[in-house]
């Protein structure tokens, strides 16, 4: 799956045309104020297309979870002032409660070609959700070409991600969706060999799919964080107070068999930094002890695999031809419970491989550390990259081929 095969915005004619695009504008706020618009900086090549194509673009996005009810510190007001500044030109806010509301169709209607509306928070409506028909209708009214390019938002099944295709004419892709699907659709099709995955956080639960996808795909999987203490029980190893899910010990048990039986290599922590609880705050100073995988104390739990695992799981990645990477080593929220994400982060930035960081934590951890720009690319979707590697088709995407 690639975005060769999907329609972009490169093959619509859009000249005097409305175009509603889907943006993610989900951007972190603090007293109204953007931390990071990394979102937004993402978004531009497709609205500057459109703009310089003589479109009339009308964007629209969620942001955070009002859960179908105006939240006013879930605006999008912050977003419109802030894309004005990067573009260079007035963006419209519509600040319509209902979204579709009179200020929206005030401003489409005035639109001249080459001019921006932002609609307000998509999700200030209970319908976005759940998909439901009227809403999706009435964003199709103020549209004739639909543009999805949030990628961040393709798995979800929503009104402006995939019923408002029902009211348009013609449906496309935009750049951010081709760029996600070019890397991680040739990641796990047709990526270059060795092809290492290196996945982690907290649960093993969370990553099922993922690890059974990837058996079939890579040549070397490297498990850390939380997840990787039910595999080393799964071993018959000790790890104390560490996360482990009873429950995907066998699970842990038949994966390590499978990929045994398929000559894919799984490599798991071999030593461990652990303390005797979980800090409180999240950041806060706390004494730490390195074990072996096979022997952390009874009271103490790991957070962190150690310095051997690090170096032996850049190791890994330095002969690799593809990496995929998708969670953290350890609590990296924590200085002393990082070193291991910064470890693999480094590792990534200095191999002359393909690298795709696949959004959420493993994203972020890049960019704070100074790496983002080392990398071939970085998702902007933490649940739709790991959707993607788990073989899922996202609604998001699939819905444009629908509609052509």
Known sequence: ?????????????????????????????????????????????????????????????????????????????????????????????????????????????????????????TRYRAEETKNIATFSEELGSLADIFVNDAFGAAHRAHCSTVGVVDYVDEAAVGYLIGKELKFLGNAVDNPERPFVCILGGAKVADKLLVIENLLNKADTLIIGGGMSYTFLVAQGHHVGQSLVDNEKIDYCREMLKKAKEKGVQILLPVDNVATKGFPDPIDAPIETKVFPSDEIDADWMGLDIGPKTAEMFADAVKSAKTVVWNGPMGVSENPALANGTKAVAKALAETDAVTIIGGGDSAAAVNNLGYGDKMSHISTGGGASLEFLEGKELPGIAAMDDKN
């Open 1 to 121: 799956m690639t975005a060769i095969n999907k329609k972009t915005v490169d093959d619509l004619k859009v000249s005097g045309k409305r175009v509603l695009v889907r943006c993610d504008f989900n951007v972190p706020l603090k007293a109204g104020v953007i931390t990071d618009e990394n979102r937004i900086v993402a978004a531009l090549p497709t609205i500057k297309k459109l703009i310089a194509d003589g479109a009339k673009v009308i964007l629209c996005s969620h942001l955070g979870k009002p859960k179908g009810e105006p939240k006013p510190e879930l605006s999008l007001a912050p977003v419109a002032k802030r894309l004005s500044e990067l573009l260079g030109k007035e963006v419209v806010f519509a600040a319509d409660d209902n979204v579709v509301g009179e200020n929206a169709k005030a401003a489409v209607a005035a639109m001249k070609d080459g001019d921006v509306v932002l609609l307000q928070n």
